[in-house]
């Protein structure tokens, strides 16, 4: 861990002091960065300086000499005050793969070859899913590709066999969020949260049904559940423990658990999640031209438990049979969704048709419009 010393830029360290309690204090030289802190304990202040640039000579020693500071001040290893460092300004997703071919801490080519695929899939639908939530993605987007390419795979550790995924730090590209910016989640964050809570919910499902109505909307979807099971199918007695080190520059949601492990009876739960969501009997990409017969400025959902606003009913007829659809829009579209109605003007909408409801239900509005 001590050859990471060298990944440690200013602004990491500068962002890590300030969340820690440091203070900075201002200096006559522009190029170097001094703070300041009380520690009870010792009832001493102390004070760090180091370079503003990493590209200075001394810069290395610098911060290798802040580091050993740190660790003595602390009570902590200098490997741990390099990992506090570093992980201030970056989340990373640990998934330790236990399993009889994995005990000496190594893997079978197939496995590894599984494992890369089954993560890459799994943060791009993931990615895909926070954008639109829907029971199954029929092909990546541009975006959601774009967004993957801002993780990494880092160094695996030992201890069965743990790959760690490490999303983009904030400051690689020349990004440095004020302590007022720390709201204003990444994609990163979003796709790691949904993936983290995703298992949670298998994790711990009781009713099956419900998790069928909700997973997809925060949790994992079919695509999601397959880029496991690519990984576990290779051997049955695999093992997934997912564990999150969250960047501390923004608030971690305290509804998310840092580790979750995922058994047999876990992936066989994702198996028929993810068949309820491929089956279009039960979900339907759908383009909807009809009436619109009744608006409700509030509606109980009685599958989600919840109340929702702005809900239309529209009737859609398909080879001569009347549907009665529901679905929730915006502000703006209810609005034209009145004015069809009260013009009795037809409209057009696309969707994902949830069939599996008493009343068919359309997710994920879009191009509501009068047709």
């Given at each position: 861990m001590l050859e990471f010393i060298e990944r440690i830029l200013p602004e990491n360290l500068e962002l890590y002091l300030k969340i820690t309690g440091w203070e900075k204090k201002p200096h006559k030289n522009q190029y170097l960065y001094v703070f300041e802190k009380f520690y009870e304990e010792y009832s001493k202040s102390y004070k760090i300086v180091f370079p503003s640039?990493?590209?200075?000579?001394?810069?290395?020693?610098?911060?290798?000499?802040?580091?050993?500071?740190?660790?003595?001040?602390?009570?902590?290893?200098?490997?741990?005050?390099?990992?506090?460092?570093?992980?201030?300004?970056?989340?990373?997703?640990?998934?330790?793969?236990?399993?009889?071919?994995?005990?000496?801490?190594?893997?079978?080519?197939?496995?590894?070859?599984?494992?890369?695929?089954?993560?890459?899939?799994?943060?791009?639908?993931?990615?895909?899913?926070?954008?639109?939530?829907?029971?199954?993605?029929?092909?990546?987007?541009?975006?959601?590709?774009?967004?993957?390419?801002?993780?990494?795979?880092?160094?695996?550790?030992?201890?069965?066999?743990?790959?760690?995924?490490?999303?983009?730090?904030?400051?690689?590209?020349?990004?440095?969020?004020?302590?007022?910016?720390?709201?204003?989640?990444?994609?990163?964050?979003?796709a790691i949260e949904r993936i983290q809570r995703g298992f949670e919910l298998i994790a711990n499902v009781k009713d099956e049904s419900k998790l069928q109505d909700i997973s997809y909307h925060c949790g994992l979807n079919a695509n999601m559940c397959d880029a496991i099971l690519e990984i576990t199918d290779y051997q049955g007695d695999i093992e997934i423990e997912s564990k999150v080190n969250w960047a501390n520059y923004m608030p971690q949601s305290k509804e998310i658990p840092d580790t979750i492990s995922l058994k047999s009876i876990d992936f066989a739960v994702m198996k028929r999640l993810s068949d309820f969501y491929r089956n279009e009997e039960n979900y339907v990409e759908v383009d909807i031209v009809g009436y619109v017969s009744t608006l409700h400025k509030k509606w109980v959902d009685y599958k989600e438990k919840r109340a929702k606003d702005r809900v239309v009913t529209i009737i859609w007829i398909v080879e001569g049979d009347i549907h009665y659809v529901k679905t929730q829009l915006t502000e703006d579209d209810y609005k034209v969704a009145c004015d069809a109605h009260r013009d009795s003007r037809p409209i057009e909408i696309s969707g994902t048709l949830d069939k599996s409801r008493n009343r068919w239900f359309l997710e994920n509005p879009q191009g509501f419009r009068i047709h």
């Open positions: 640039n990493r590209d200075f000579e001394d810069f290395t020693d610098k911060i290798r000499t802040v580091v050993k500071t740190l660790s003595v001040l602390n009570s902590e290893s200098q490997q741990s005050e390099i990992r506090n460092i570093l992980n201030t300004s970056k989340d990373i997703l640990s998934l330790r793969i236990i399993s009889s071919s994995s005990r000496n801490g190594s893997i079978p080519l197939e496995l590894a070859s599984r494992l890369v695929m089954g993560i890459k899939d799994l943060i791009i639908y993931s990615v895909c899913n926070e954008t639109r939530p829907i029971p199954v993605v029929p092909r990546m987007t541009k975006d959601s590709i774009k967004y993957a390419n801002e993780f990494r795979f880092a160094q695996t550790q030992k201890g069965s066999y743990i790959v760690n995924i490490e999303s983009q730090d904030i400051f690689e590209d020349g990004i440095q969020l004020g302590m007022n910016d720390m709201h204003d989640y990444p994609m990163t964050r979003k």
